[in-house]
């Protein structure tokens, strides 16, 4: 999973809206006939309709996840409703040296945009400051740079607001039992996103005083680790309520752990929006009830974003001439009750 350093920008529910909704919107192009409508209604705002084309850089790391995977669906997609729109895509690579080369090449190219999902922000910074320097702004998605002259806009997930509101969900599940225990499955420990996931759980726990935590594992986001540290956990607490797990991926070998210890004494919360966490919640026959998203869609909002500034244009629904520096998405509880809504866009 992707490692940020956790912003608070503008909130966008990217899962919750459809990426186009965040460009296309609700501002006019057309001149008010009121002379008291505000100067800022006047814009140029970025629509569905052809405009100046645009060749877009795209370059992430290698999709060796699932949402990483998904990364890449969704700006490929994403770019391709657009006729105004070239996508240069990289391979992808977890390997930073080769992914600054790829870049490097790109900026050679002289695309009008990149789109940059850095394998490592601090180590990917000073490529995007060339492609900056070059005049190529830089739209940053997720893995962020170490400085914002890097990019001309950040877009990405809430790590700590997964964390919230998993903690808030399993929080008002467990409101009225007296001596409540959650436990807690993590990614890698040594990656920011990991501690800032558990310091919004543990935020969000303090406002139960009837919940403790007895329990947290690291695992690694694989189903295999996951497995195998949920088999580690439900050996060493033989009872407790809540599971919150952060992982998707991981959680596919979590949930095989915990069919195999026979054990449905608790509710499981998992973490960024997988399609077999979706079907396994609208199925409602095992303990996973459940997940907070990380939404992979951020890419097609990326590519829009790029989109409207290789057009020089805003964006829909704002008053300001030019796009956000800061897009922070926002990390919805999905359960059985909206589950539905949120199926198109779970990644395998």
Same mark, same amino acid.
């Given at each position: ?17 459809? %990426? *186009?909704?965040? @460009? ?12 008291? &409508?505000? #100067? =800022?209604? !006047? ?122 509101? %998993? *903690?808030?969900? @399993? ?12 436990? &807690?499955? #993590? =990614?890698? !420990? ?17 406002n139960y005083p009837n919940i403790k935590k ?99 244009? *805003? ?34």
């Amino acid at each position: 999973m992707p490692e940020i350093t956790s912003r608070r920008g503008l909130l966008f529910g990217a899962a919750a809206v459809s %990426a *186009g909704a965040l @460009i296309t919107g609700c501002t006019s192009n057309e001149p008010s006939d009121s002379k008291d &409508e505000p #100067a =800022g209604n !006047d814009q140029p705002v970025a629509d569905d309709k052809p405009g100046k084309q645009v060749t877009i850089g795209f370059a992430g790391p290698q999709a060796d996840h699932g949402w990483l995977n998904a990364i890449n669906d969704n700006a490929k997609s994403r770019a391709e409703k657009y006729s105004d729109v070239t996508l240069e895509i990289t391979e992808g690579s977890n390997d930073t040296a080769q992914q600054i080369g790829q870049i490097e090449t790109l900026i050679n190219k002289k695309v009008d945009v990149l789109v940059v999902l850095p394998a490592d922000g601090k180590a990917l910074t000073q490529v995007g400051l060339k492609a900056m320097r070059a005049g190529i702004p830089v739209v940053n998605l997720d893995r962020i740079f170490n400085t914002p002259q890097a990019y001309r806009c950040w877009i990405g997930g809430d790590n700590y607001g997964m964390g919230l509101n %998993a *903690g808030h969900y @399993i929080g008002e599940k467990l409101k009225g039992k007296s001596g409540a225990r959650v436990i &807690e499955l #993590a =990614g890698l !420990d040594n990656l920011e996103l990991t501690k800032q996931r558990t310091q919004g759980f543990d935020d969000a726990l303090k406002n139960y005083p009837n919940i403790k935590k007895v329990a947290r594992q690291a695992a690694e986001f694989t189903v295999e680790s996951g497995q195998a540290k949920m088999a580690q956990l439900l050996q060493a607490q033989s009872k407790f309520d809540a599971l919150w797990n952060h992982d998707d991926d991981q959680g596919v070998g979590a949930l095989r752990a915990i069919e195999q210890a026979g054990r449905d004494d608790f509710l499981m919360v998992g973490g960024a929006g997988a399609l077999s966490a979706f079907q396994a919640i609208k199925q409602d026959d095992g303990v996973l009830k459940a997940t907070v998203l990380y939404p992979p869609t951020m890419a097609a909002s990326a590519i829009d974003l790029a989109r409207a500034l290789g057009q020089s244009k *805003g964006i829909g629904g704002l008053a300001e001439f030019e796009i956000p520096s800061s897009l922070t998405l926002y990390s919805a509880v999905v359960d059985k009750t909206n589950v539905d809504q949120y199926m198109s866009t779970g990644f395998k």
